[in-house]
């Protein structure tokens, strides 16, 4: 299998198929990192676009020493800070649990739990935010993650534990423990 | 804050993982994958931009190396003649004297031979004037068209000699240096003249 990489350098070299396996490989983890942490649709649309336009400008100085997912991270980290200095609405640091729409909680589905999670990573503030979905939807492991946001591994370590037990009391509220079983 | 077993990570990283779902619509995917491609397009103009210059000077010095290796014999002679140093070239005053006097007498025949050229050339045609034929000088003997020999020689064979005595007299009258020619070739019509 073809690395990031040599993928990102075969475009370099001139093969858009290369830059489309590149894109179909990371465009949902991207996309739902925009969209975990920005309240607005469009402005996740803007951003998630910026960050390839990006990668296409600069694509000419990149050097195979840097980790092709850490770069693109490293710049969408970057978006999502220029943004959220520009506008505080990009965040939601809110850590009151937000009420799930329906009040049948007796008859559990699957889908309930999955809407119910959704809006628990809503209450988890926003270092923590990015911290969980750098882990679980884009895969990087601790050091990455700190690289990506400028921080040193045991906080990005504390702050995904600290996501992960909130997650769980989010969702023992609204289920109690069955969903652990 | 609760902690967290393994099997309770597990168990919501699976239920994260069924949550995400989310993908951008197609229009993004289109219009990055589209910007992706002029990029590469701009990229080759690029490349062509930073290079013009040193391609340019490639392509004259290629296109100039191959014309004088065309041309080289020529080069050569040229260069042999021009390539002997100066003070070769430079003649001393002892050497410019007899020169002098060679050339003197190269003019006087330059203008006799022009003089002479003058003399020769002075009947000229001049327009609307009907062409008489070698009439004022002779440079030997009169070449005719064989045509007209021909001809006298068909009305002879045919028997009508006195038409052939007639074009005969025209010609030596029209040219008379070619009487003995003609004497010589038509005895017989000349006789009975």
Partial sequence: MISDEDLMLSYVAGDIKAFETLYLKHKGPLYRYFRRQC?????TEELFQDVWHKII?????????????????????????????KSSSVFQDNNEPTELASNIIDNLERIEIIEQLKLCLNNLSSVQLESFILKQD???????ISNIVNCDKETIKSRIRYAYSKLKICLNNKFGTAVYE | MSKLNNQQIDKLYKLYKLSATEIPPKEIDLAIICNAKEALRKNDFKYYYKWRFPISVA????LVSTLYILNNSTYQNDIELNSAPQLYKQRSPIMEAP????????????????????DID??????????????????????FDPIIFKKIDELIVQGKKDEARKRLTNLVTQYPDIKVQLEKRYPKLFESR
């Fill in chain 2, 122 to 143: 002075s009947p000229k045609l001049e327009l609307n004037q009907k062409f008489q034929p070698l009439k004022t000088r002779s440079t030997g003997p009169l070449k």
């Fill in chain 1, 39 to 43: 309240k607005e649709q469009d402005k």
């Fill in chain 2, 99 to 118: 020169l002098a006097k060679e050339k003197q007498i190269e003019s006087s025949i330059v203008q006799q031979e022009k003089k002479y050229s003058q």
């Fill in chain 1, 138 to 144: 884009a895969g990087f492991d601790l050091i990455e």
């Fill in chain 2, 59 to 62: 392509a004259s010095i290629t």
């Fill in chain 1, 57 to 85: 400008k600069a694509k000419n100085s990149y050097q195979r020493s840097a980790k092709f997912t850490t770069w693109i991270y490293h710049i969408a980290h970057n978006l999502l800070i220029d943004e959220y200095r």
